[in-house]
């Protein structure tokens, strides 16, 4: 066991010791149940501008927060202090305020038949051995890299990062469950400026991975800041109508987020989504299915439990375009007389399935697409969940008979999610893998551009 390893299984054991012990305090004090949520963070930021450096931060962060229950009564509490002193004080005063809350008879730890007894190695710890000088020149390299290609009209960069953190963190409940988990994360990024038409534009270039050793070189880094900052440049604005749109890279992405709002069991047991009601029916064209795999070493959605100790599976969450489940943890499912999934925290994983005739290359959607506007950067929040109206602002670039035409920029989007999910024709093949939903870009026709 290497010195790095040992170390952290010392800290993992130590903090699952002051979260057991917290436990039995709290029971001690009267409450019939409790939850405890411990961690900290310790980790590196650094970043350049200008080839110099800007700034270097340091941080080692701790917290827990806690849940307490009498009977149904339920009362939380939070400190970054972890003397046993005020341990204790944040326990008093969990159960004080349970005293004085309203009885919830869907309160309560997650079902004891779902607790996570089966803890696999999703390979989340790296030893990343990153100092402040060697973050520093990777900082500096990358905005040296960049300077090489302003005569392509890249004035400048504007700032550039590395930063590298190791999480641990526990979870202990009444119910016998303790457990530590850590990851680590490193991230490296560039920000360039543009200029064209007398009108500057600012686009970045990132790699994120739990290894440095995974990270995309600088390279690719830069030349992906490069692409999308040389996209912008020039940028006019469409008529406004209606307009075949390809969803790309985050944007796509976060198509498949506006379901996991819409199927949250929050949002179903409140009455707050146009997906109420809508288990096993078709939201989707049948080539689409949504696979989630909690279990897919080194991945950022990956775990062997959600944020109650509950166990995780892999499932269809979509399957031949029907809603097979929504996402749902103890709380939620007890509103709804549904059983948890194993969702108290989110998605994990979600892969996004599809026919092989509904599935192309990127070029390949924009040449049978005709005309319309690739969107790459979403702005605003203008999503209702409660009705499934979706209106953004977006850019991006206008496209004809597979080419580029002009970028874009100052539009607005707009449509119902509905109408959306069951337009999506094609998806294609350029799935960015930093993302957590891992799907490609999405072509939905005739959606309303608002323009000039």
Same mark, same amino acid.
């Given at each position: 066991?290497?010195?790095?390893i ?6 993992e054991s130590?903090?699952?010791q ?20 411990l961690?900290?963070a310790?980790g590196l930021?650094?970043?350049?501008r200008?080839q110099e ?9 701790n917290?827990m927060?806690?849940?307490v229950y009498l +009977?149904?009564k339920?009362?939380?509490c ?6 046993k002193?005020?341990?204790?004080d944040?326990?008093?005063n969990?159960?004080n305020l349970?005293?004085?809350t309203?009885e919830d008879?869907c309160? +309560?730890l997650c079902?004891?038949?779902m607790?996570?007894t ?5 390979e989340r710890?790296y030893?990343?051995?990153?100092d402040a ?11 040296k ?5 302003q005569k392509?009209g890249?004035k400048k ?5 590395l ?6 963190s ?8 303790c457990h ?8 490296a990024?560039?920000?360039?400026l543009g200029?064209?038409?007398?009108k500057?534009q600012?686009?970045?270039g990132y790699s994120?991975a ?5 990270l ?14 040389l996209?912008k440049l020039?940028?006019?604005?469409v008529?406004?109508?209606k307009?075949n749109?390809?969803?790309k890279g985050?944007?796509a ?7 996991a709002s819409?199927?949250?069991g929050a949002a179903v ?7 109420c009601?809508?288990?096993n ?17 080194g991945e950022?959605g990956?775990r062997?439990y959600d944020g109650?100790g509950s ?9 031949? +375009?029907k809603?097979?489940?929504?996402l749902?943890?103890?709380?939620s499912s007890r509103?709804?007389k549904?059983?948890?999934n194993g969702h108290?925290?989110?998605?994990h994983?979600?892969?996004?399935n599809f026919?092989?005739?509904r599935t ?5 959607i924009?040449?049978c697409s005709?005309?319309?506007i690739?969107i790459?950067d ?5 999503i ?5 109206n979706?209106?953004?602002g977006a850019?991006?670039y ?6 580029f ?5 100052g539009?607005?989007i707009?449509?119902?999610?509905k109408?959306m999910?069951m337009n999506i024709e094609f998806?294609?093949?350029?799935i960015?893998l930093r993302?957590k939903i ?12 608002s323009g000039?």
């Amino acid at each position: 066991m290497s010195p790095f390893i040992k170390s952290l299984k010392e800290k993992e054991s130590r903090l699952e010791q002051i979260a057991s012990d917290v436990v039995k305090y709290a029971l001690k004090q009267g409450a019939s149940d409790c939850e405890v949520s411990l961690g900290g963070a310790k980790g590196l930021s650094v970043s350049s501008r200008d080839q110099e450096i800007e700034n270097i931060e340091y941080n080692n962060d701790n917290g827990m927060e806690i849940v307490v229950y009498l +009977g149904k009564k339920r009362g939380g509490c939070s400190t970054t202090d972890l003397s046993k002193s005020a341990l204790e004080d944040c326990v008093n005063n969990a159960i004080n305020l349970a005293k004085y809350t309203d009885e919830d008879d869907c309160a +309560g730890l997650c079902d004891k038949d779902m607790i996570c007894t089966d803890f696999k190695e999703l390979e989340r710890v790296y030893e990343n051995n990153i100092d402040a000088d060697s973050a520093a020149e990777y900082a500096i390299e990358l905005e040296k890299i960049a300077l090489e290609h302003q005569k392509n009209g890249i004035k400048k960069s504007d700032g550039s990062a590395l930063e590298c953190s190791l999480y641990t963190s526990v979870l202990a409940n009444s119910n016998g469950f303790c457990h530590a988990s850590s990851a680590s994360s490193i991230y490296a990024s560039i920000v360039l400026l543009g200029q064209g038409d007398d009108k500057m534009q600012r686009a970045s270039g990132y790699s994120i991975a739990r290894n440095f050793e995974k990270l995309s070189s600088k390279e690719e880094i830069v030349n992906e800041a490069i692409e999308k900052t040389l996209l912008k440049l020039n940028s006019k604005k469409v008529k406004t109508g209606k307009y075949n749109l390809i969803f790309k890279g985050a944007a796509a992405a976060s198509i498949w987020s506006c379901l996991a709002s819409a199927i949250s069991g929050a949002a179903v047991y409140r009455r707050t989504s146009f997906l109420c009601d809508s288990l096993n029916q078709q939201i989707f064209p049948e080539f689409i299915t949504i696979n989630e795999n909690p279990f897919v070493t080194g991945e950022f959605g990956s775990r062997n439990y959600d944020g109650e100790g509950s166990k995780v599976f892999v499932s269809d969450i979509v399957k031949a +375009g029907k809603l097979e489940q929504y996402l749902l943890g103890s709380y939620s499912s007890r509103k709804l007389k549904m059983k948890s999934n194993g969702h108290a925290s989110g998605i994990h994983n979600w892969y996004v399935n599809f026919d092989k005739e509904r599935t192309m290359e990127f070029d390949d959607i924009l040449a049978c697409s005709g005309e319309g506007i690739v969107i790459t950067d979403l702005m605003g929040q203008g999503i209702d969940i409660a009705s499934g109206n979706y209106s953004r602002g977006a850019e991006g670039y206008y496209y004809k008979d597979g080419k580029f035409v002009h970028s874009v920029d100052g539009i607005t989007i707009a449509g119902n999610l509905k109408d959306m999910f069951m337009n999506i024709e094609f998806i294609g093949k350029d799935i960015d893998l930093r993302q957590k939903i891992k799907t490609g870009s999405i072509l939905i026709k005739n959606m309303t551009v608002s323009g000039i």
